[in-house]
């Protein structure tokens, strides 16, 4: 496996221990009515912050145990076919995540159309300050989700170019 197989494996791993635990915590506690409580926004950017972190920690750790299994000269090396790989899996990304991005936008402004018209509704479901962290997590995911399709299409396109 050259380093950059490597290095994309640390990627994903990271992201998706890190992400997908803070994901979870975030789901559990929208779940348990946590956006009409007023700590929500405070716990959430604390744990925000720690999963910042714990991915640069893990990244840090699990990439320094890449370049010691991985040869100078293999790490060097770059050819053509990872550069195609790279370029093609970040233009996939891109069109992904630009996707995702309307998405939550169009909801964001159904959701705020709604509200405005029945704001007595929504009062009931979110403190109106917990909808702006709703919102940042939910650009979070998509940017997430963007980069692990990123990551493991470029895995893909590295195996079959081989």
Not at 46 to 59: K, P
Not at 83 to 91: D, F, I, V
Not at 144 to 153: D, K, V
Request: charged residues 20%.
């Amino acid at each position: 496996m050259t380093f950059r197989e490597k290095h994309l494996w640390v990627a994903i791993i990271a992201g998706l221990a890190v992400w997908g635990a803070y994901g979870w915590k975030f789901t559990e506690r929208v779940l348990a009515g946590g956006l009409r409580q007023a700590d929500f926004a405070a716990d959430m950017g604390g744990l925000f912050v720690l999963g910042l972190i714990a991915v640069v920690v893990l990244e840090m750790g699990l990439t320094a145990l890449a370049r010691l299994t991985t040869s100078r000269d293999e790490r060097r090396a770059r050819d053509e076919r990872e550069g195609l790989a790279t370029l093609q899996a970040s233009h996939v990304s891109l069109m992904l995540l630009i996707g995702l991005l309307v998405t939550v936008a169009a909801v964001a402004y159904g959701v705020g159309f709604w509200g405005a018209a029945h704001p007595e509704r929504l009062a009931r479901w979110m403190i109106p300050g917990n909808g702006l962290v709703l919102a940042a997590n939910a650009v979070l995911g998509c940017i997430m989700l963007s980069e692990l399709a990123r990551w493991a299409l470029s895995l893909a396109l590295l195996k079959r170019g081989r």
